[in-house]
């Protein structure tokens, strides 16, 4: 038997590459265009206190060069204190063609956050890391708070 069979279950669907992987509030479907939109993106979080939770975590990713069935799973890691804070099991992904995109979307509610520092959501496919993006959740005034300070922009201007 090959490297790439599974017992009983054929050969092994090609690894998923991850074009992108982004971190908002919200991911909203539309079912007319199949589009969607994704609301707060955001890079890094503050939190005026610890523990703090999250509302509505959603993580949007892009993939190629994917066929076949997957078992997809997010799990969110604080990498300062080598723990695992929460983990989300999506339902089987049957993808058809390799040469389309596939667009995962997954929305994780309630995310408590015990500490400040540096964490990693991962997607895993079929027990194997396909992708991941760090950020750092940090302590002090919430944006918009009375004191905060003005948002910076982001990149070049």
């Known amino acids: 038997m090959g490297g790439s069979e599974r017992p009983g279950r054929g050969p092994r669907p090609p690894r998923p590459v991850v074009k992108s992987?982004?971190?908002?509030?919200t991911i909203i479907h539309d079912a007319a265009t199949n589009k969607k939109s994704?609301?707060?993106?955001?890079?890094?979080?503050?939190?005026?206190?610890?523990?703090?939770q999250h509302p509505s975590l959603s993580l949007y990713a892009n993939l190629a060069d994917a066929?076949?069935?997957?078992?997809?799973?997010?799990?969110?890691?604080?990498l300062s204190?080598?723990?695992?804070?929460?983990?989300h099991r999506l339902p089987p992904a049957r993808i058809g063609d390799r040469l389309r995109p596939a667009e995962i979307a997954v929305q994780m509610v309630?995310?408590?956050?015990?500490?400040?520092g540096r964490y990693e959501i991962q997607l895993w496919a079929n027990?194997?890391?396909?992708?991941?993006?760090?950020?750092t959740v940090q302590k002090g005034p919430m944006p918009g708070a009375p004191g905060a300070p003005p948002p910076q922009p982001e990149g070049p201007t």
């Open 127 to 135: 027990d194997e890391l396909i992708g991941s993006r760090d950020f």
């Open 110 to 116: 309630g995310v408590l956050f015990q500490d400040a």
């Open 81 to 87: 204190a080598a723990r695992e804070v929460a983990r």
């Open 67 to 78: 066929a076949g069935e997957y078992a997809l799973e997010v799990r969110l890691v604080n």
């Open 38 to 52: 994704l609301i707060g993106v955001f890079h890094d979080m503050i939190a005026a206190q610890f523990p703090f």
């Open 21 to 25: 992987l982004l971190l908002c509030d």
